[in-house]
């Protein structure tokens, strides 16, 4: 849910009070989750500098999450609630929630105002004004230490109709003259940020509705560590448009889903595996496996986990050090690649629908990719695991 991501355990986010966002938006979920005051507004107040570098929230090189002007951002596949395809956002009224435009919108182009806190001064809440929403600061390393420190100098870039033309990338898609981009391009490029990417459940949602809109000849599932709303979806056959059928089915309820909660990643991902296995578990009653007439003996299964940081919680499941037992050739032991001391990993959890057998009632006739890296012929699941900011 948080728009902030940093790689460090406290840092800003930290700041005595929990800082989770860098722009004000009413969706922005708890009371307690403050958006983090400029360095102007503290000034206005008698803080002293560095201002505990609050100015690194709105740096790409700091808050991992933030604007990047180097990349281009497109809107999420697929239709909204509405059945409305997902289109460039509007400067002048970027939505909070591009599923439900009902949510609201800002204007990213005019100084808007919101209240926040800042506890380490002791200071009762303070009213940011005269803020301009379409905005990065360039930072600039004043130590040569490789470290976006409080200290470092920096420099605020407004995307304003007065400065004509922006350094973006030379990967910027949407930029005719690549690196550089014209306002229109560059304020485009914000909003389509401002809506589609502004949280990391955004942007797990963009990553996700790619896989999903571009799957052919394949069944697709999607179940979320918390069901935020009610969003599981079990395994359904995927038809060619995004706007239509199944596929919708599942992309809507992607996109409907939201963030909340923490991060059990082993209990679920080890329920998927289940899942995947026709093993009893938390998610759905159904089989999702073919029976052998329909290709069942040749069916491959993958599991692609996503999550914004690491794991928490305990681990319920019975698995031990899977991928360091020696029990099957793609163990290793601890000298091979995959072998380790640890227990009650991700890693194992990988390792234990991997090496075993997920339907041993069904001949074994999968047909290795080329390459050496998946040598099994039994049926079984591939995990790919996604993280960011970790």
Same mark, same amino acid.
Request: glycine fraction near 8%; include cysteine; hydrophobic fraction near 35%.
């Given at each position: 849910?948080?728009?902030?991501?940093?790689?460090?355990?406290? $840092?800003?986010?930290? &700041? /005595?009070?929990?800082?989770? +966002?860098?722009?004000?938006?009413?969706?922005?979920? !708890?009371? @307690?989750?403050?958006?983090?005051?400029?360095?102007?507004?503290?000034?206005?107040?008698?803080?002293?500098?560095?201002?505990?570098?609050?100015?690194?929230?709105?740096?790409?090189?700091?808050?991992?999450?933030?604007?990047?002007?180097?990349?281009?951002?497109?809107?999420?596949?697929?239709?909204?609630?509405?059945?409305?395809?997902?289109?460039?956002?509007?400067?002048?009224?970027?939505?909070?929630?591009?599923?439900?435009?009902?949510?609201?919108?800002?204007?990213?182009?005019?100084?808007?105002?919101?209240?926040?806190?800042?506890?380490?001064? $002791?200071?009762?809440? &303070? /009213?940011?004004?005269?803020? +301009?929403?379409?905005?990065?600061?360039?930072?600039? !390393?004043? @130590?040569?230490?490789?470290?976006?420190?409080?200290?470092?100098a920096h420099t605020l870039i407004e995307i304003k109709a007065t400065t004509l033309t922006y350094a973006g990338g030379p990967n910027r898609r949407d930029c005719a003259a690549a690196p550089v981009c014209t306002y229109a391009e560059e304020i485009q490029n914000f909003a389509n940020w401002f809506s589609y990417y502004?949280?990391?459940?955004?942007?797990?949602?963009?990553?996700?509705?790619?896989?999903?809109?571009?799957?052919?000849?394949?069944?697709?599932?999607?179940?979320?560590?918390?069901?935020?709303?009610?969003?599981?979806?079990?395994?359904?056959?995927?038809?060619?448009?995004?706007?239509?059928?199944?596929?919708?089915?599942?992309? !809507?309820?992607?996109?409907?889903?939201?963030?909340?909660?923490?991060?059990p990643l082993r209990d679920n991902f080890n329920e998927a595996g289940k899942y995947l296995s026709c093993e009893s578990n938390d998610y759905f009653s159904a089989c999702p496996a073919l029976p052998a007439g329909s290709g069942g003996e040749c069916q491959q299964n993958f599991t692609i986990l996503m999550t914004d940081g690491y794991y928490n919680g305990s681990f319920d499941g019975s698995l031990g050090n899977t991928d360091g037992n020696d029990d099957t050739k793609w163990d290793s032991g601890t000298a091979g690649p995959y072998g380790d001391n640890e227990t009650k990993t991700l890693a194992d959890i990988a390792m234990e629908y991997y090496e075993n057998d997920s339907r041993p009632g069904v001949d074994n006739n999968l047909r290795p990719p080329p390459g050496g890296i998946d040598e099994n012929t039994a049926q079984h699941m591939v995990t790919y695991s996604v993280a960011f900011g970790v």
């Open positions: 849910e948080w728009g902030m991501m940093t790689t460090e355990n406290n $840092g800003i986010m930290h &700041l /005595t009070c929990p800082y989770y +966002y860098a722009q004000p938006a009413p969706d922005n979920k !708890d009371d @307690d989750d403050w958006v983090m005051p400029t360095e102007a507004t503290l000034i206005a107040n008698g803080v002293a500098a560095p201002y505990s570098g609050v100015w690194r929230a709105w740096s790409k090189d700091y808050n991992q999450l933030y604007y990047n002007p180097e990349i281009t951002y497109a809107p999420w596949p697929g239709v909204n609630e509405s059945g409305v395809p997902y289109t460039n956002a509007s400067p002048t009224a970027a939505l909070y929630n591009p599923f439900s435009p009902g949510d609201g919108s800002l204007n990213l182009t005019i100084d808007t105002s919101y209240v926040t806190d800042y506890c380490p001064g $002791g200071l009762a809440p &303070l /009213t940011v004004d005269n803020f +301009y929403p379409a905005r990065y600061n360039i930072w600039i !390393d004043s @130590d040569a230490d490789g470290v976006v420190d409080d200290t470092d502004r949280k990391r459940a955004s942007v797990a949602k963009a990553a996700y509705g790619q896989v999903i809109a571009g799957a052919s000849n394949a069944r697709v599932g999607l179940v979320t560590l918390h069901d935020n709303g009610n969003v599981d979806t079990e395994i359904k056959s995927m038809n060619p448009s995004p706007t239509a059928g199944d596929k919708r089915t599942v992309l !809507d309820n992607l996109f409907s889903g939201y963030g909340s909660g923490n991060t």
